[in-house]
């Protein structure tokens, strides 16, 4: 398995400054384009078929990005 840095890593909980639920997890993916849209909703329908658990996704694009097309895969 491959390990790169910004695509599904798991955070630590001594990185993240918000307060969570002591259950939550924290992911974080960079991906800005159709193939990363595409690689984080086979993810996200991965973990929901083995725990359909709410899911709670924050996100952030820079203008020059397509934000509406790279949702459309992830949103239904």
Known sequence: RIAWKG???KMQPERITMQMHPKS?????GGHNAEGASAIAAQLQEWAAQDP???QVIFAMKGDKNAAAFLAQIVP
């Open 7 to 9: 695509r599904f890593e």
């Open 25 to 29: 997890e924290f992911w974080f993916d």
């Open 53 to 55: 658990k709410p899911l």
